[in-house]
């Protein structure tokens, strides 16, 4: 199996304007994997955070269904248009370069609650649109 670096290479070689490796390495975006040896593993995280998270996995919340009209979906979040108010739902939706990636699992509570808090801490700064955060 041939890596990024030398699918590149070929290409230019058969095109006849093969570049130094150095060069080509920087010009394509190419990196090497790390090896696995080398691949920190995270440490000390409590045996029932673990368990929490792999009992959460089948349960993210990669969409909403809501009986509300004027559904817009983003990367992340998910709006419901109101009249004059906007329900914004979370998702655990995981994305990169417009493209969906994984699901986290309780990313959407983590990304919902960090916003509630800035919002709350900053209200006395500058007013905000937030009605209400449920749980």
């Known amino acids: ?3 990024c670096l030398q699918r590149q290479q070929q290409r230019l070689q058969t095109k006849h304007l093969a570049a130094a490796h150095h060069h080509s ?3 394509f975006g190419c990196r090497a994997a790390a090896p696995a040896s080398e691949v920190e593993s995270i440490q000390g995280i409590r045996p029932e955070i673990q368990q929490a998270i792999a ?6 919340v990669t969409e909403t269904n ?14 419901y248009e109101l009249d004059d108010k906007l329900v914004i739902v979370t998702t655990d939706r995981q994305s990169a370069f417009d493209r969906l990636l ?4 309780f990313k ?6 960090t916003a509630a808090w800035w919002f709350a801490n900053t209200r006395h700064i500058i007013d905000n649109a937030v009605l209400d955060v449920p749980d």
């Not at 809501?66 to 709006?79: A, E, F, I, Q």
């Not at 994984?102 to 699992?105: G, L, R, V, Y």
């Open 66 to 79: 809501l009986p509300l009209p004027n559904k817009r979906v983003g990367k992340v979040r998910d709006t």
């Open 55 to 60: 009992a959460a996995v089948s349960n993210c």
């Open 102 to 105: 994984a699901s986290i699992p």
């Open 108 to 113: 959407g509570q983590v990304l919902n609650q």
């Open 25 to 27: 390495r920087r010009m």
């Open 1 to 3: 199996m041939q890596s």
